[in-house]
């Protein structure tokens, strides 16, 4: 092994393979853990679809029978266009929507909201704090987290509150100053909105007429979710249903649960074998339910499960494509081996004519593809680890130098790189790589039996 040179060439490729290998999975785990953070808080443990007419108080009274269920809050959700609009200014009130969009909005009461998910910490937004070095860092993106549908605008304050999801408001034209002051009232409150929908009426003739409303903005939702965040907007719970005209109250229920990883089964499975009773309970009319279901329970995962799955075959067909350097290394392997032996036949002859054994001749060939995947792989390990514990800083230091930034911040939620080291995984690939090392010896090793 030391008296060939060219034995360094698989070395170097299979610590390549190694280390490119571990800084994909730690940063494919690290990403992964952190949307399925993301998901999880802006949602819930569980969510009940109610698709009949009942009351939140029956429903909390039951919920709180459950084992497990710590919080409960109710959702009302109804889809609305929404437009920015231009105020004429203290000379007349001439209000002229202008961009427009689609929103899902809900209806929800935010202790209750803060409670079952994490929509009190979305509510934010990234500032620049320094112009020179474009560092950033998150504020509230309302004056009172508490009550973040106060509208403190003494100018607007008849008008009910909105809360917008940042993409969304960014389509809009909604934007909001460079860096807000907590002191001044006001100082967090943007434009007006219009939103308009279309509500039932008793008239046979006219079954619909439009509705609009104009809004306050008096925050923003930022949860990373792009998918969420560009279509969703937030306003009181009250106040939907009065905008909207909804008949059923609520129409979701979220839960969350004291442990969800090992209640939320049970927990679902009780509320579904429970249905006939919990309609009974909670609908408004005595009404036998007669098609379908009264509810459904999801679970968060159950709302959110093919993205979970795209995440997952992700980070598996990335870990594949990886992987081929392996099989690369496995047959420079193969081939130098096969070089050697055909170049040292005279050396085995003669060992095999002074009492060398058959074993003894292949154990040669292995061990020197072993000793390639051995140090291959620690090398690759030591490398992975050190990258991946760096990888931030890395990331800066490309920035500066070529002014490529791999990880942005305006498209990932994210400040950091995220990364997750799973000792499992680290030890299924240095396993692999001394395992592909010695496949790669053993018909090379093989072929030197000819030689007797």
């Known amino acids: 092994f030391r008296s060939r040179p060219v034995n360094v060439i698989p070395v170097i490729c299979m610590t390549l393979g190694v280390m490119a290998l571990i800084v994909i999975l730690a940063v494919m785990d690290g990403f992964q853990a952190q949307l399925k953070q993301t998901l999880r808080g802006s949602l819930s443990d569980l969510t009940i679809r109610i698709y009949y007419d009942s009351d939140f108080e029956k429903w909390e009274e039951v919920l709180r029978e459950v084992d497990g269920v710590v919080a409960v809050a ?39 909201e803060a409670e079952v998910s994490s929509f009190r910490r979305y509510l934010r937004m990234r500032v620049i704090t320094n112009a020179e070095t474009g560092e950033t860092e998150w504020i509230s993106s309302t004056p009172d987290p508490e009550q973040p549908f106060a509208v403190l605008q003494p100018r607007w304050e008849d008008k009910p ?8 408001a960014r389509r809009l034209g909604i934007y909001f100053p460079p860096r807000p002051d907590p002191r001044i009232p006001g100082a967090y409150l943007y434009q007006r909105v219009f939103l308009t929908t279309v509500v039932r009426t008793d008239d046979p003739k006219e079954k ?14 930022e949860s990373g979710n792009q998918d969420l965040d560009q279509h969703i907007a937030f306003v009181d719970r009250g106040v939907a249903r009065r905008f909207f005209e909804l008949a059923v109250d609520p129409q979701e229920v979220r839960i969350r649960l004291e442990d969800y990883t090992s209640q939320h089964a049970r927990v679902k499975r009780e509320l579904i074998e429970r249905m006939a009773e919990i309609y009974t309970r909670t609908a408004r009319r005595n009404v036998p339910w007669r098609k379908g279901h009264p509810y459904s329970v999801l679970t968060w995962e159950d709302r959110r499960k093919n993205f979970i799955a795209a995440i997952d075959n992700e980070k598996g067909l990335i870990a594949i494509i990886a992987g081929m350097a392996f099989i690369v290394t496995g047959f420079m392997i193969f081939s130098i081996l096969s070089m050697v032996v055909t170049m040292k036949t005279r050396d085995i002859g003669i060992i095999k004519a002074l009492g060398g054994t058959t074993g003894g001749v292949v154990r040669i060939f292995l061990l020197s593809g072993f000793i390639s995947g051995l140090l291959g792989s620690l090398a690759g390990l030591g490398l992975g680890l050190l990258f991946t514990s760096n990888i931030n800083w890395v990331r800066d230091r490309l920035n500066d130098v070529l002014g490529v930034d791999p990880f942005p911040k305006d498209i990932y939620l994210f400040n950091e790189i995220p990364t997750r080291v799973n000792p499992h995984e680290v030890a299924i690939v240095t396993g692999l790589a001394i395992v592909v090392a010695l496949l790669g010896s053993i018909l090379p090793a093989l072929e030197s039996l000819r030689y007797e």
């Open 208 to 221: 619909y007429r439009p509705r609009q409303w104009d809004f306050c903005v008096t925050g923003f939702y």
């Open 74 to 112: 109710p959702h009302l959700e109804s889809f609305s266009l929404v437009s920015e609009s231009r105020t004429g200014g203290e000379a007349g009130p001439l209000d002229i929507p202008i961009q427009k969009d689609g929103a899902l909005v809900l209806g929800i009461e935010p202790g209750r």
């Open 161 to 168: 509150g909105i809360i917008l999801g940042r993409p969304l």
